[in-house]
């Protein structure tokens, strides 16, 4: 993705030409972006060739899972819904994870039924109710056992997962408790220790210091784990300047770690595989001035991408055409929505706008479309994918009428 003559391109295909086309907002993805991403995860972790699940919460588009399957990658589901969508993408069910604190019956039953690597469990109460299942189905069931490690990961709050007040994972104690108790059921089969401490990671002490509490629980244990699920929460730089995870630093602490523990490392890869193939390619409706600055409206709101109203999160936002002239004036970009948090991004020195031009939020590929909703009876953006300079709408633009 990269201007063309001033004009901003997805694999040479412009898109002013793509706003002409089908209208906007439109979300639109880079193939050759996302075969980049997932070599080189591969690559950075080859020397202990981790099982990838990617995190179906973060793009849960079928056709983008079909494309990310062929990679060999598996998935992390938490939900009946996105497992179904893994399985319509035919991703290999013993490559698939579930994970989260609430599966209901159901969809335990469901996941069972599918024969899926691993459900990863969260309490005791999970635990028995899993049990309860495998023992009428005649089947044993294998499960991980979520630890909490307790480590800041030192990312926004709202996506911590790993501190002692978070709602996922048991404490040392409590994961010991149930070690204990799988080793008494004829229907369960404990082969993993899952963690997962947070998202948009870009510092690695605290994944240095979520191997160290891991490494002295397995010994406490007294189990053999054959796989250990480190999660994902990798981060990418959102802005120009932002801080990326060094790679290197990561592979070489695990590698140390599994000089102790002869297991198969799971990652659950999401932002770090999706986040940059995907734009928001916006029109602005009107320029509302006023004295200290400018509101740039959009034909793009929260509905569509919340993740800056849900938790002040910062996407880059560039021109379609660039033009040299800069505005003196400060330019806040917001949506049509009623809500005084749907704003994305306010901005000095941007280029001169007027109404009817063309912007893209960068950087929307992961939490963008899989957050979306209809608030406001908005209907869902279009999704294209780009592949090889060829157009491949990949969901269709809802319909004022499908909604009403």
Known sequence: M?????????EGVRAKYLAKKFGTPIYCYSYKKLKENIISFKKNFKSFSPLICFSVKS????????EIKKFGVGADVVSMGELMKALKARINNKKIVFSGVGKTTKELNYAINKNILLINVESKSELIEIEKIAKYKKKIV????????????????????????????????????????????????????????????????????????????????????EFVDLGGGIGIPYQNKSKKLNYKRYSVSISKFLKNHNSKIIFEPGRSIIGDTGILIS???????????????LDSAMNDLIRPALYGANHKIIPVIK????????????????????????SKNFQKLKEKDLIIICDVGAYGMSLSSNYNVRPKPIEILIKGSKINIIKKRQKLIDLI
């Open 142 to 225: 294998n499960i991980g056992i979520r630890l909490n490690p307790n480590t800041d990961a030192r990312t926004i709050n709202q996506i911590s997962t790993g501190k002692k007040e978070d709602k996922f994972g048991l404490t040392e104690k409590k994961f010991t408790e149930l070690v204990k108790y799988t080793k008494k059921s004829k229907y369960i089969n404990l082969k993993c220790l899952s963690v997962h401490i947070g998202s948009q990671i870009v510092n690695n002490l605290p994944y240095e210091k979520m191997l160290k509490v891991i490494d002295r629980v397995i010994r406490k244990s007294n189990h053999k784990f």
């Open 283 to 297: 029109k602005i409706i009107y320029i509302k001035k006023t004295k200290n600055k400018d509101f740039i409206i």
């Open 59 to 66: 793009n849960a588009n079928v056709n983008l899972l079909r």
């Open 2 to 10: 990269k201007y063309l003559n001033k004009s901003f391109s997805i």
């Open 323 to 346: 033009k040299s002239k800069s505005s003196k004036k400060t330019y806040e970009f917001v949506g049509p929505i009623c809500e005084s948090t749907d704003k994305f991004l306010t």
